[in-house]
């Protein structure tokens, strides 16, 4: 029941496309899900965030769009550049605390 | 310098050995974490520390210790390494005075490679 479901494993998009990496939880007590962003050779970092009482979350090129009654969440990437490429985590917690991660999606963004 | 600092940030070694992997942190923060990274498994929590006298098993202890000897400093021993440890590990902090998304804060990682 803390499992978080990620996929796809791996994604190529062409420049300017639509990137789109899928979650799923089974949790129904999670109460944040964020995304967080890994370059090689470096640690994540937070990209983008959302809570189950909203539906969507918009921070420039990246959206969330969470789906509560279907246990899942997505992260959309409008317009993706090379400088995107990079491994992306979806994760869930309870309370900030003792956050589950999905196993990731490497993205490649061909130029 | 960074805000999350790893040492050391390679390390070959052999079965049985001890190892230990050290993390420093100058964000103030009162919770710190180790993660497992492995390819397909996402990260995955070893042990966690709300504070200096708080010490958590995660979903993965066994095998490691750990020692939370001052708010900034949080280390990952692991007291007979064997190759299945092979791995890079984080260091990660949080605010538990914000309320609450929690956001952690990665080192840049120890790449652990155990003959």
């Known amino acids: 029941q803390q499992q978080v479901k990620q996929s796809p494993q791996s994604l190529i998009v062409q420049k300017g496309g639509i990137s789109i990496i899928n979650c799923a939880y089974e949790n129904t007590a999670f109460d944040y899900f964020p995304w967080y962003q890994q370059f090689p050779g470096k640690g994540p970092a937070l990209l983008i965030a959302?809570?189950?009482?909203?539906s969507e979350k918009k921070e420039g090129r990246f959206t969330i769009s969470f789906n509560k009654s279907a246990k899942q969440f997505s992260l959309h990437i409008m317009d993706s550049q090379p400088g995107d490429s990079a491994t992306y985590f979806c994760?869930?917690?309870?309370?900030?605390?003792?956050?589950?991660f999905g196993p990731g999606t490497r993205l490649s963004v061909l130029p | 310098d960074a805000d999350v600092t790893q040492t050391p940030r390679n390390r070959i070694t052999k079965t049985g050995k001890r190892i230990m992997l050290e993390c420093s942190q100058t964000?103030?923060?009162?919770?710190m974490y180790w993660y497992r990274q492995d390819p397909g498994l996402g990260l995955r929590l070893i042990y966690y520390s709300f504070d200096v006298k708080d010490i958590n098993k995660g979903e993965i202890s066994d095998g490691y210790s750990v020692s939370r000897q001052a708010q900034a400093k949080f280390s990952l021993s692991l007291e007979s390494a064997i190759p299945n440890q092979t791995a890079l590990y984080f260091c990660?902090?949080?605010?538990?005075?914000?309320?609450?998304?929690?956001?952690?804060?990665f080192g840049e990682g120890s790449r652990l490679t155990v003959l």
């Open positions: 964000k103030g923060h009162d919770r």
């Open positions: 990660a902090t949080s605010d538990g005075q914000t309320p609450v998304t929690g956001e952690l804060f």
């Open positions: 994760a869930a917690s309870l309370y900030g605390q003792n956050f589950v």
């Open positions: 959302i809570r189950p009482d909203v």
